[in-house]
């Protein structure tokens, strides 16, 4: 049960905090179709957040709501990939995280559909689409602006750089991964890592941008263990039901 | 009057809906353009003072309400630059106007979010006020804006409700969540009651724009209007409007409350209000950030159909 | 005592944040002397929050200490200057932003001197020669930066052409203020306006910088109407007590 | 050897200071700029971790007592410049070098600062082990490393109390604030002990720099030293060193305990590490954003001095 409790938080803390980062932008996005892109993505994040917490709350069994599993947690109880907190950056640079991120999330909601916990394949039944449309907006996007200008073209594969030490965390196998592998309750994370990288691969080509060697992988997210942002995103995202405790809103 | 205003003229007090190909008087024509990309503006900076309680909004219901609430309103700043376009201008050119200054936006939104009640409040009193100016814009003679608004004002009503619905859990809730609903009302109240303009007496263009029904109601009807809606609501949320002239007038059926600062509306619609500088200034940042962006699509789109016309050649 | 209460936290409110605004700069600054120039600037300011928080809370009566006065109020019940609270921007905004605060913190303590209250002179006293030294600093710096080249004039004008309209809360009259000066406690804002005025004056002519013309002015943090950012500021400032309430630390 | 060195190793030898005048070898003069730049970038890169907590430090004190810390360590940085200086470096050289990459820093300074009670594990270990390796430092013989070095361990001895202090309060608080402190110990344990560097047979560098008295004691030496100070402490915490191996040995009147992964210290060296990328990189961005500021200064210092000169020549 804790093992797929810590699977549920997985998937809802990607979502939330990835969604939190999204809607940062609110207002500030270079086209109005991309402020209203971003904020639907982020509402679609936060709906799946509420779906995987709530599960997750039910699988706990203690009483803990989707809400508090998202606001009365600290930053070392949060189990989301390093990727999804990165800082925004320019806007390139949060397109390419969203297409690395939304690939990577794509093919995991897929192997997700065959669950042998039913819920969990529910879920992923339900957000697979509106994931499937993610993928289908970021990577058109890369795309484009891969493929634009110059300057364009520079500030995605800066993105694509900077971002790229994230994405080995994707496919490591952490402690519980085997137990939900072996009873078919989730794939081991290294089962997607092939039509991940393919995927990548052909998109990356498509925008004529450079796929970097796979150097150092930065790690420890699905573990607790951060990056120093993710502490001033909580102080954020949190304050107001740590300010005001017990309060209904 | 030349015969083909007079014909003009003759539609529109038909209520016939005028459409983007056909002729209309430039004075029409120009009036739109300015109420309808003043309107699209305020949509789309409208943004910011909401999108400032996003990543804080209290739950994730909350949060993903808030979420699709700015988006529906960058979708209203869409339809209404579409609108705009029909006659005769390009959004680039009202984005230029707006980040020059010329053209304006919607004085409410240069006041700050400072708490969570703002979000209801603003749902609540600015949607509110919005609505009330809107509603009969669904009737106004110019077909694409008329069509625009029955859009609006239905996903409007929704987030007035939202906004109510905020209010009402906060102040079925501490002292201090009361504390903050009563101050958020403070600080908006009087915003909201000029969001209607100046007094009939000094506003200038309605005539005109009434008998072309573009406006359809006097500022201070509407004003009266909102303010015998809103008070019972109040009442009902168990606070106090902060107008010591309040009071409620059986003869005319109706409130009679104390005259906005109007000095403090034309204040900052001059420029010199809490944040217009920010405002402004994020629009033109994430205009000039964002230049880049726009310049890789248009260029993408180039090589795209060049490729295809080389294509095409080939075959 | 109410009234002195709101005194007190309008001098702590100020320091604190003001203090937590040079802090963001620590190890980002532009030259070595002066990391350790904000660094120890803050620290005073964070000292004399101390004394100002243990004063009011003394005068309250409640029970609270300095640190729940620093760390369990929500935005709404900050006193400070809406100046000490603008965001950071460049290095230049920042010194120009502790210059208008200097010569206003200066001023006032020395006003604080004669002060009928003896607690208040009597930290009045403590502080002045750090304030002192603080606007001695920040003063040589606006002036050398003013006529240094045409990049640090044009950003010191920039800087000061942005801030000004948030110095005239300084000296507007709020409604403790007039009893506070009738029982001799704290001067009356508008008594150091003058002497403010002809001390940036001077300044600002040594240093080729243009004063701006008095126009608007923003309002309203002595009432509790503050900015968008002092959100912000206390939602990372108070995060540890709001997440862990009661612990000691 | 030439007579001149031969002197030089004598005086050396007789424990006499070296200054910087005087004559002296150039690997002498080259290892001592490597190994004091070195220290001085560390104590400078070394503020951006627990810059990090300043602004969410818990408590009014704990905030001044974490500034004043971090302000004492940008004035070892600067002591340690100076220190250079005499060897005729410049700063703008050595910060050349560090933000080039060809410089380094301690690596333990590109691991995060994950909770507050890293705050205290800093302190605690990472000064720990840091003062463990300069207090034989004090006795060095370069004259100006061997000051800066008395003034900086005086401090550094102060700052590791502060460190040990925060996590007494800590282990003796809630449940929460217990498991902070084990994970942080968990997470700094063995970069911790890293910092004495590789193990005696992998370390190059070592036999001459003894014999320069520029380094005292071997690295598994001071770390052993480190190891045996620091267990008693832990376990007075409560806490558990997140080492299997660890056991006390009685024959050699010091622990055992087990190999740190070395692979680690060499891919955090070679720029593989959590926070290189970020820590640099902030260092070149303040770096480079600060270049008006610098060139002002030296802008108004040039006009000074001819202002002067001008009033000079006048009178």
Sequence with gaps: ?249 | MAPEERAFQERVDAGQKIEPKEWMPEGYRKTLIRQISQHAHSEIVGQLPEGNWITRAPTLERKAILLAKVQDEAGHGLYLYCAAETLGVSRDELYAQLHSGKAKYSSIFNYPTLTWADIGVIGWLVDGAAIMNQVPLQRCSYGPYSRAMIRICKEESFHQRQGYDILMKMVEGTPAQRAMVQDALNRWWWPSLMMFGPSDDASVHSAQSMAWRIKQNSNDELRQKFVDQTVPQAEYLGLTIPDPELKWNGEKGGYDFGEPDWNELFEVIAGNGPCNSERLGARRNAWEDGAWFRNGLTAYAEKSAARGAASMAAE
Tied chains: 1, 3.
């Design chain 1, 1 to 249: 049960r804790h093992t797929l409790f810590e699977f549920l938080l997985r998937m809802g803390d990607n979502t939330l905090i990835l969604g939190h980062r999204l809607s940062e932008w609110c207002g500030h996005a270079p086209a109005l179709e991309e402020d209203i892109a971003l904020a639907n993505t982020a509402l679609d994040l936060i709906g799946q957040t509420q779906l995987w917490f709530g599960l997750a709350g039910e699988v706990e069994n203690k009483g803990r709501s989707a809400d508090d599993l998202a606001y009365l947690r600290d930053a070392y109880e949060f189990r989301n990939l390093l990727l999804a907190e990165r800082p925004n950056g320019d806007f390139g640079k949060t397109l390419m995280r969203q297409f690395l991120f939304d690939a990577w999330h794509y093919l995991c909601l897929q192997a997700l559909l065959g669950s042998s916990d039913r819920r969990i394949a529910a879920i992923a039944e339900k957000v697979s689409k509106e994931v499937a449309y993610h993928l289908e907006r970021s990577r058109d996007l890369v795309i484009r602006l891969g493929d634009g200008t110059a300057e364009s073209h520079a500030r995605m594969q800066a993105g694509l750089d900077d971002l790229w030490p994230y994405t080995g965390e994707m496919f490591i196998e952490e402690a519980p991964d085997a137990a939900l592998a072996a009873a078919s309750v989730a794939p081991e994370p290294s089962s997607i890592k092939a039509e991940w990288h393919s995927l990548v691969a052909e998109t990356l080509s498509e925008a004529t941008l450079k796929k970097p060697a796979d150097g150092y992988m930065h790690k420890g997210g699905r573990r607790g263990i951060h990056t120093e942002h993710l502490g001033y995103v909580l102080a954020e995202l949190q304050f107001l039901q740590r300010a005001y405790p017990g309060a209904t809103w």
